[in-house]
């Protein structure tokens, strides 16, 4: 059987027809085995004789996949169906920014996320020598949550490898938004972006995009050599600085333009904040980021754009990648897609950047997207009543110092888990371990243990991610280290069902078993270990404390406690426990039983707390009253509560028992 509505394609079950283009058609699938939805971009029968698009296809794939990032659509594999061969893709429900632009104006606070979000993709995309080459607004997506992404990495080449989806290094990309340079079939780099994006950017602004002729031909002999339209001529309200921004990114020379993606947001962020502008709004959530987000004030919704000179057909949908309808146009050397196509191409990779993502966008519900059944608000905190805060304070008056490394978890299967590290204030973050999560920095800060999804077990490696080893080799979790940086403290068995703590040497040796428990963690003395676990012969846990010295063991709590951690001092432990509402939050107990208190009230959960090595803070996660999960930090009486990284979702159902960890 074919790709049939209702048929099945190896694992996957298709469920909904969603589009077609000139090469390819797109179609919902359900995947059983990790009960999730997927796109199948399945290649046209008649092509399926050309093997140069087949091997276009899977390198697609091979080189798409390995881009991982929030704020990118991805490709999960490549396989063949009845010699039909297909792309397994996340599959995205929401809308085009094309369409969002068709109905109504943004906000410049919209803008200025939606701006970020991309040029954080980009700006991952480049670092790994990858060049999209076909930004535009029907290439953006934005899913019923009003999370960003960017689409459409379909002809891929990889500079360092010499690599191309492409046959015979063509030249393929949207008139509207090509590059002076990639027009000409000229030697290109991160800076075509820089104009493809200058181009989306003054289409937020006035509507429509600067170059728009009854031809290609004549669009593109206007983006070489045309002056683009003054943008306050077609929106007088956009800012001077705003334009003197988008002038800059529409230079014709790419010498004069932004040097990178990443420099045209801060451009853009400046102008319309300033440059030392700081909202002190409650953050809302929606881009995928990876690092530092400034709180920002909601949307106000506002009313449609008036018709423009040249309204563009609206895509019915999202997934008709504008890019598959190819239609063979040769000029200078230049193969020109009709509707558009999406190419990366050769890239000089630049020097490594620091990722910073801002502020989350919100859809307002005037727009026609599926409204989030919980009010994207922040955590509410709640220290001691005479310092209470009610939302994230705009700037921290001291930040934590070190670093903190963290899982994010894009899905349910091993490759989707990597270990992320970070500065301690949320900036530069940056993958650090692959197919892994419950990180732990050594106290010395010069090694990371951590638990693989592939060859299971648990592993050491250096701080960098480097030189990793195996140390225990099970279904084992959540090592923490002794205070010495020579052993670990660890859990062997089901973190649902219980099992026993464990202590075993840094180079795997010596292991032994010490008590039933989980989540443990070693306190500084080096005496005594934290952990959850139950009382003999019933069904009630708690928080304990055990004596390595007199084998001797005490109950701390008797409220669900788990994930115990030891401040700096070995005075307190911080944990998370039901909040007797149905939510988990951040709880703060002396290590003699007494003076407990919570730090964290509302309707989220909050958990995975931990110190900074200093002890004046505390990290924890937070899915922001169900907005979306985000780090955040405050100060250790419970104070100044401040949103550090966005859109860092966790593993599934384990969330409450991963870990966050910092290093000095």
Known sequence: MGFVVGESVGQFKIVAYVGQGGMATIFKAHQPSLDRSVALKVIHPALKN?????????????????LTHPNIVQVHDFSSHDGIPFLVMQFIEGKTLKEVLQERKLTNAEILTMLQAVADALTYAHTRGVLHRDVKPSNIMLDNEGHVFLTDFGLARIERSGESTMS???????????????????AVDARTDVYSLGIVLFEMFTGRPPFSAETPYATIMAQIND????????????????????????????????????????????AIRGPKEESDAAPIFAPAPLAEYRPTPAPTPQTKIPARDQKPATEKNPWMFAGIAIAALLLIGVCIAATGGALLSALVPPSPTRLVVRTPFVIPTSIALSTPTIAPTRPTLSPAPATTTTRPSPIAIDAPRGKIAYTLATGDAPENHTIWIADADGTDAKPLIEFAMWPSFSPDGKQIAFYKLKEVGIYVANSDGGGARRIVNAEACCAQWSPDSKRLVYFLGKLKVGGTIHIINADGTGDSEIVAGFNPDWAPDGNRLAYAGFLENTTQSGLFVYDLRNKQKIMLTRDSGEGPQWSPRGDRLLYQADDGNGHKNVFVINADGTGRRQLTTGKSNDGQATWSRDGNFIFWRSDQNGAGWGIFSMRADGTSPRLLINRVPPSGNLWARESLSAAP
């Open 227 to 270: 002056a683009p339209p003054k943008a306050s001529s077609l929106n007088p309200a956009i800012p001077r600085a705003v334009e003197m921004v988008i002038e800059r990114a529409l230079e014709k020379d790419p010498a004069n333009r932004y040097n990178s993606v990443r420099d045209f947001a801060r451009a853009l962020e400046n």
């Open 168 to 186: 015979h290094d063509m030249l393929i990309g949207s008139p509207q938004y090509l590059s002076p340079e990639q027009a000409k079939s000229e």
């Open 50 to 66: 050309d093997q140069s698009f087949v091997a276009r296809l899977n390198r697609e794939a091979a080189i798409v996949g390995n």
